[in-house]
């Protein structure tokens, strides 16, 4: 009965469920082409909004600023975090969940309490807010995600061939960046985009931590809500953003696809 | 590991060169969108001085931003209540009138300027945009909104059964309707006045409680009669106009209505305060203020820009759409302006908002 009732459902299910998924991107997709500012009617087809990114300097520099930020703290973060991985993996079981503990607060953490904490720190110790302030504020929350995907692929490793490297000539330095790195090679990439769109994305603890007039591309779209129509360029961006996602996971599933048929 | 050390040693070192610059740097903290960036740049220009805008959307964002002092803003925006608040608390210096050249006595629209002197707020700042709250209508109700004002929204015989109304989904500014519909002051604190004010809003039924989506809304005919700011209608007003689209909807400045006013001040903690005085000079300059008028759309505080818009054949064409005091402000009107209030009675209007929703 319940298989039965299950099988009936299953379409429906899978439908809604994608269409709850996707109905906002194509609703900001169409958008993003409207001639007209309003999103309520579609008065006819363009790809002005596309131009207005560039041609519109408050909403350009706000972009270069987010994936200025994306890109610096995703490279900070990984190196940190998966040196703060192979430091737990080098540790005793006990030492090592201690420390995992201490790096998975912050992620459980919501939000606005580490932006707010990051903020009192920061005017604390005087650092300048903008972009120093968010930098730093994004390396932290980003390091315990690559500790967290990297940590996995370290304990599936053989404990053994760290040592193997050292008896076969290795200094032990030489034996983590030529053994283990590459080993665990999987596990810093996802580490490192993990980092990169929880970078792209942020909003609040941005919010909290920027000053001197830096802001990122949500915060920018934050400060035009209040009281003017923002510009469809939001859209449009935003339109891309989705696209450029599309197409790496496209590519990535394409190579490995390959790569299984080779194998075969 | 050499290698990563360097790494983050030139990162750092570019992080703080960052902050290094000849030029004095000064810091704005404006609305979203509320200035020509153009005049921003010829200031910068004009007084060799690097000049950084920074966007809020809030009065309260920028109350915090100011106080926190993590920045040190040199001007700072903010409405008329919020820069009584500022002012009360010490946050901002007396503006200098020496130091600003172009001021004039009587430059300013009387009818916002006499109710900062009223409200002591014209000793710490001078006026950006100024506006009203009214009512947003659509043309088939032009006649009955013209007639009895804030009167739509609160007496429901005078429109069809069928009308949609909106009302705003702020405490102040709906209380504020309701008070000024009585006649009364939108600043009273007296509780038989907001029990009446409450009565009003408790007994209409209104389609939307909403904030900027309800010019949307009348736009796309959703809503029939809404409580607006002139500046939410101005933006959809252009928005609409440059599309080439029809003009179907209105505004209307009740006769007895709240002024609101945006103005520049100089918060303490300022660095530069002698780059603010220029800046906000910059922007009392007849050409520059005008310049920026066209970009922003609000209505101007400076007399002359706004003789010089009616004279203007572009503008003159606005005009037809209220886009003037002339037009919108009536003969006999009385203005009012919002003053900070306490805490407590902030939670007192909020309350009356929710009782009057769950009705």
Redesign the interface.
């Known amino acids: 009965m319940m298989t039965k009732l299950m099988n009936i459902l299953k379409w429906p299910l899978v439908l809604v469920t994608f269409f709850l998924l996707y109905f906002p991107i194509i609703i900001i997709a169409i958008l993003s082409v409207n001639?007209?500012?309003?999103?309520?009617?579609f008065?006819g087809f363009t790809f002005k909004w596309y131009e207005e990114i560039i041609t519109n300097?408050?909403l350009r520099t706000a972009i270069f600023n987010t994936f200025l930020i994306a890109i610096?703290s995703t490279?900070?973060s990984t190196?940190i975090g998966t040196a703060v991985a192979i430091g737990i993996n080098a540790n005793s079981k006990k030492e090592s969940t201690k420390v995992l503990m201490l790096s998975n607060i912050p992620i459980v953490n919501p939000d606005i309490v580490t932006g707010l904490s990051l903020?009192i720190v920061?005017?604390f110790v005087r650092l300048?807010?903008?972009?120093?302030s968010m930098?730093i504020a994004h390396i932290f929350f980003s390091v315990p995600f690559v500790i967290l995907s990297v940590l996995p692929k370290l304990r599936s490793l053989d404990k053994d061939i760290f040592y193997g490297a050292v008896d076969l000539g290795c200094t032990p330095?030489q034996a983590v960046f030529k053994v283990i790195l590459p080993a665990i090679k999987t596990g810093i990439i996802t580490g490192a985009l993990i980092a990169f769109t929880m970078s792209i994305d942020d909003f609040v603890i941005s919010y909290f931590t920027t000053?001197?007039?830096?802001?990122n591309f949500s915060i920018?779209l934050?400060?035009?809500?209040?009281?003017?129509?923002?510009s469809p360029a939001a859209y449009a961006y935003n339109t891309l953003i989705i696209i450029g996602t599309f197409t790496t996971i496209m590519i990535m599933n394409l190579k490995s696809y390959r790569k299984e048929r080779k194998r075969n | 590991m050499k290698k990563i050390s360097l790494i983050l040693f030139t990162v750092l070192l570019m992080v703080s060169l960052m902050g290094c610059q000849e030029k004095t740097t000064m810091y704005v903290l404006n609305w979203g969108d509320y200035i020509n960036e153009e005049v921003v740049e010829a200031f910068m220009e004009d007084n060799n001085i690097n000049v950084i805008v920074e966007e809020v959307d809030s009065n309260e964002a920028m109350y915090e931003k100011v106080r926190s002092g993590n920045t040190k803003y040199d001007v700072v925006v903010p409405s008329d209540y919020m820069i009584q608040r500022m002012a009360e608390e010490g946050l901002l210096n007396k503006l200098d009138r020496s130091r600003i050249v172009d001021y004039q006595e009587g430059m300013f629209e009387p009818a916002v300027y006499e109710l900062m002197e009223e409200s002591g707020i014209d000793e710490y700042a001078i006026p950006y945009f100024y506006g009203s709250i009214g009512i947003m209508y659509r043309n088939e109700y032009e006649d009955v909104v013209m007639e009895h004002g804030f009167g739509v929204l609160f007496d429901d015989s005078l429109l069809p059964s069928n009308a949609r109304i909106g009302m705003y989904n702020s405490s102040r500014d709906s209380v504020a309707a309701a008070l000024l519909h009585l006649g009364y002051d939108v600043n009273t604190t007296d509780s038989a006045k907001l029990s009446e004010a409450e009565a009003l809003l408790s007994n209409m039924d209104y389609a939307v409680w909403g904030d900027d989506n309800l010019k949307n809304e009348i736009v796309a005919g959703n809503l029939d009669v809404a409580l607006v700011y002139s500046g939410d209608y101005f933006d959809i007003l252009y928005i609409v106009m440059d599309e080439g689209r029809d003009v179907d909807f209105g505004y209307m400045t009740p006769m007895h209505t709240n002024i609101w006013v945006d103005a520049m001040v100089i918060p303490t903690l300022s660095e530069n305060t002698y780059q603010a005085h220029l800046f906000i000079n910059y922007f009392l300059n007849v050409d520059n203020a005008l310049e920026n008028v066209e970009y922003v759309g609000y209505t101007p505080v400076i007399t002359d820009v706004y003789e010089l818009m009616k004279e203007d054949e572009e503008w003159n064409d606005i005009t037809e759409n209220a886009y003037f005091r002339d037009f919108y402000y009536q003969e006999g009107f009385i203005g009012q302006m919002y003053k900070h209030v306490s805490l407590e009675h902030y939670q007192v209007l909020e309350e009356i908002m929710m009782r009057a929703k769950m009705d």
């Open positions: 001639e007209s500012q309003s999103a309520h009617i008065t300097s408050s610096i490279a900070i190196v903020m920061f005017s300048k807010f903008g972009f120093p930098l330095m000053g001197s007039g830096f802001s920018w934050y400060s035009r809500l209040g009281r003017r129509t923002f």
